[in-house]
Every structure is written in structure tokens, then in C-alpha cells.
């Protein structure tokens, strides 16, 4: 079946350090990818997605390219803020047997800034 | 604007209690889904509907159950709670067709069984 591995956390960076996060997936078909970020007390919420291969979705500065040779889709960020602490999940969605829309979700990483 | 709710947001109750957690959308959204939230296991699957009257089992579903008896709500209803069923638990929505694989989440509802 589909399934979404990513780094373990909890990551630690200083305020304007390169951020980057992990995530490989495995899927038996052509999968969307996601990532959503939780802050504290909240729900998730998209912040950006690609839908084939070599797309790069984009969002709040944050940027994750669809590898398909690689089976990744790594999240990065040139220089992380202290609003930028959350917990972010990578994700995937693909096609069941019934012809609808699957998401399966990682693990989530918790990002910690300091200032 | 449209929304999606749970409630409550914090429960705590006692093991073997029923409990109904609520979820309302106005987003008109066919899609619906129920998953729990636990430290090392992220977000798994607990019930989903693909519309009124469709409810479907998810990777974790023992113990749960829900209905849909409109396009709103999805209830989900613990019927004997059990101290392993402690969790936050979240509601989702999408449409159908081609956003269909975009989640919008509830805040979320945190239970507690003693």
C-alpha cells in the first residue's frame, strides 16, 4: 500500500537558517504530493502541493519539488522565521480501488526557531 | 466565510461511556473524513463518507462509527470508550472531482478517557 516516510524531529534551527525536511513516499500509482503545516492548537492546513512529476509547488516561501526517480518530495526553505515553528506532515494522495482520492499522511516533523 | 467545526474541543470522560464528536461543514464538500492524532503515529484514518448515506472504515475503525445522514455533518460516535482511544482527533472535508485530494481540517477535538 501507499505510505509517507519522513525525518524524525523534533528540528531545531536559529532564526534564518536553511530549513530542509525529508519525505519519501511509496505508491502504486502517479500520487499527488503534499505538505501541510499544524501550528499549535490548530488543525492542519495546506501549504503547498505538486501534482506530477518535476513540479514544484511553492508557498509562504517554502518550496518542495515532486522526484520521481527519487521518491521525494523534500520541503525547504531558504531562511526560517520563529513564526515558522509548527508541525509540518507530508502527504500523498492517489486513486483507490473505488476510483476515489486516497490521503495518506507521515508522521509529521516538528520544527522548533529560536530566535 | 465558509467553515468547517468540531465539538467539543476538550472532553474528558470515563471508560465505557458513549461519546459523539461533532463535525459541520459549510463548504458543500461531498468529501468527509474522521482521523485521530497520536505522538509517532501522525494521522491515521479513522472513517470516511464519499456522500449522504456512504460511510466507509478506515485503518483504525474498531470502536468507531459514523453516519451521514446530510451533506454538513459527520458524527463520530465512540461507543464504549477506552483509555487507548485518548487522542486528538480531526475532521476533514474535500470536494469531489478535481480538488478532491485537497483536505480542509477542523480545529481539531481533544478526548480523554480515564
Known amino acids: 500500500g501507499d505510505s509517507v516516510t519522513q525525518m524524525e524531529g523534533p528540528v531545531t534551527l536559529s532564526e534564518e537558517a536553511f530549513l530542509t525536511i525529508n519525505c519519501t513516499y511509496t505508491?502504486?500509482?502517479?500520487?499527488?504530493l503534499f505538505w501541510y503545516v499544524q501550528y499549535p492548537g490548530e488543525g492542519l492546513q495546506l501549504l503547498l502541493k505538486?501534482?506530477?512529476?518535476?513540479d514544484k509547488g511553492s508557498n509562504k516561501g517554502f518550496e518542495a519539488t515532486y522526484r520521481k526517480e527519487t521518491t521525494s518530495f523534500h520541503l525547504e526553505k531558504g531562511s526560517v522565521q520563529v513564526s515558522d515553528s509548527a508541525v509540518y506532515f507530508c502527504?500523498?494522495?492517489?486513486?483507490?480501488?473505488?476510483?476515489?482520492?486516497?490521503?495518506?499522511f507521515g508522521t509529521g516533523t516538528k520544527l522548533q526557531v529560536i530566535p | 466565510d465558509a467553515e468547517i467545526t468540531q465539538s467539543p474541543r476538550h472532553k474528558i470522560t470515563e471508560t465505557g461511556r458513549q461519546v459523539t464528536l461533532a463535525c459541520h461543514q459549510t463548504?458543500?464538500?461531498?468529501?468527509m473524513f474522521w482521523y485521530r492524532q497520536d505522538l509517532g503515529h501522525g494521522l491515521r484514518l479513522i472513517h470516511y463518507?464519499?456522500?449522504?448515506?456512504?460511510?466507509n472504515k478506515g485503518e483504525v475503525s474498531d470502536g468507531y462509527s459514523v453516519s451521514r445522514s446530510n451533506t454538513e455533518d459527520l458524527p463520530l460516535t465512540l461507543e464504549s470508550a477506552a483509555s487507548s482511544q485518548t487522542s486528538v482527533y480531526f475532521c476533514?472535508?474535500?470536494?469531489?472531482?478535481?480538488?478532491?485530494?485537497?483536505?480542509?481540517f477542523g480545529a481539531g477535538s481533544r478526548l480523554t478517557v480515564l
Open positions: 502527504a500523498l494522495s492517489d486513486r483507490n480501488s473505488g476510483g476515489y482520492q486516497k490521503v495518506t
Open positions: 505508491a502504486t500509482g502517479y500520487p499527488s
Open positions: 505538486a501534482t506530477k512529476a518535476d
Open positions: 463548504w458543500n464538500h461531498n468529501n
Open positions: 463518507s464519499y456522500g449522504v448515506q456512504d460511510t
Open positions: 476533514a472535508s474535500a470536494p469531489s472531482g478535481s480538488g478532491a485530494n485537497v483536505l480542509t
